[in-house]
């Protein structure tokens, strides 16, 4: 679904991706781990084009896509892949259904009675359908992720990517928001996580890369990869984290 | 020499009707300086649109570069020339041949406003978080879609109080406008000076100004305390963990 061939971005000078190679396939559930700093984020980012890659392919579908740096076509492959944010990123100046509708309704996929409809579903699913006319500022942490996430899903994503979904969440909150993640998982959507939640990378994900300084130094099922890590770099990133 | 303050009332206001030519003044001041901040304020906000798009482009459309030339053409000239002097060339050079006093005022404050208040609207632009533009992108929103929808209406709503500020400033620089033969406060204190053959219209003068610049920074207060009311955000606690060492 997802094959990426040799991706490399640059910031200036700075190198932050150093050649990429990785396929994703649909149904996939892709966890990445790493330092701080390792190019996660950018991996991640380069995916749905919020950064332009500066060297290598991204095919998504059959379509090479890192060519496509402007127009049409780059909105059309970004309303495929859902992305989630660690700050939600919730538009503050509109409620919480306007929030879910604003895209599929600007983007014209779908009438704006139709938008509400699905939005009322959506936020019936996560248990929220009760603040669809609250603005974003009265929600807590785990409530504002979790309409995020509908709100990614309210464009029928074929991807959902996750960057760090639940670091800016008070720990008494990472419980719902992960849980919201381990049903789309059990419907089969593709999804791409950064995380530092290892017992949930380990439970949800069905592989794991562990990114340092721009590459994808080890890559496995969740099972060996932890309990059998090869490289020396990641032996000492999960002694130090677990 | 100390009149009676009935007398000076009585000169100042009800001999031949002259608070008739007070409200005349009140009335000019304010509307001038009302359409002025409408112009200002639509001026500005296209300056900031384009300044900012212009800006966050690597190699900006050729159209947008000159639009941009262009901009930065008109803020040296308005912030070059004293306000003043573009009065006076409005009044006696551009329209010298309208003697509509409003069309007058509105345009030279206007214009001159548009290139200060585009600096606001361009801070509140690049003050609404970047996640917000990429989470409009992320969605597959285009730029102008996101800018429209997610970025400008937070944009502007900042600007508000600011914009208030704007029209005190506004309404107060209307003082000169007499200088254009413009019939506001001051130039109303200036005929009745020359009809009363004394200083007391200008207590009057000071008296209108304070009054109402008074109510507007009370209206401005108000306006400032609902807009923080209404976004008061419930920010969620940052979770100090073992992993901040690896997610800053
Ligand atoms: N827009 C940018 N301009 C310049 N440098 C950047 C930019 N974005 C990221 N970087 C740099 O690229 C490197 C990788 O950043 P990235 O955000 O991908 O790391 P990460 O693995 O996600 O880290 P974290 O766990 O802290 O989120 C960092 O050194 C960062 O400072
Ligand atoms: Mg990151």
Known sequence: ?242 | MIDSISAVLYRNFIYSDRYLLWLRGVRASLSIAFFALLLGMAIGLLIAIVRVSHDSMAKPHILLWILNRIIKLYISIIRGIPMTVQLLIWSFVILAASRNQLLIGSLAFGINSGAYVAEVFRGGIVSVDKGQAEAGRSLGLSYPKTMTKIVLPQAIKNSLPAMGNEFINLFKLTSMAGMAAITEITHVGNILRGLTFDQSPLIFVCVFYLIIVLILEFLVGRLEKHLRKSDRPVVARQKRSVWDGFSR
């Open chain 1, 1 to 242: 679904m997802i094959n990426v061939k040799g991706l490399h971005k640059n910031f200036g000078y700075v190198e932050v991706l150093r050649g990429i190679d990785e396929e994703i396939a649909q149904g996939e559930r892709v966890v990445i781990i790493g330092p701080s700093g390792s190019g996660k984020s950018t991996f991640l980012r380069c995916l749905n084009l919020l950064e332009f890659p500066t060297g290598g392919e991204i095919w998504f579908e059959g379509e090479e896509i890192a060519s496509h740096n402007k127009g049409k076509k780059l909105n059309e492959h970004r309303q495929k892949m859902g992305m989630v944010f660690q700050h939600f990123n919730l538009f503050p100046h509109l409620t919480v259904e306007q929030n879910i509708t604003l895209a599929p309704v600007t983007l014209k996929k779908a009438e704006k009675e139709a938008a509400r409809t699905a939005a009322r579903r959506l936020l019936e699913r996560i248990g929220l359908d009760a603040w669809a006319e609250k603005y974003p500022a009265t929600l807590s942490g785990g409530q504002k992720q979790r309409v995020a996430i509908v709100r990614a899903l309210a464009m029928e994503p074929q991807v959902m990517l996750f960057d760090e979904p639940t670091s800016a969440l008070d720990p008494e909150m990472v419980g719902e928001v992960l849980e919201l993640i381990r049903e789309l998982a059990a419907e089969g959507m593709t999804m791409v996580m950064v995380t530092h939640e290892m017992g949930f990378a380990r439970e949800v994900g069905n592989r794991v890369l562990f990114m340092d300084e721009g590459i994808i130094v080890e890559q496995g099922e969740p099972e060996p990869f932890f309990s059998n890590p090869q490289s020396p770099r990641l032996q000492n990133f999960l002694a130090k984290v677990l």
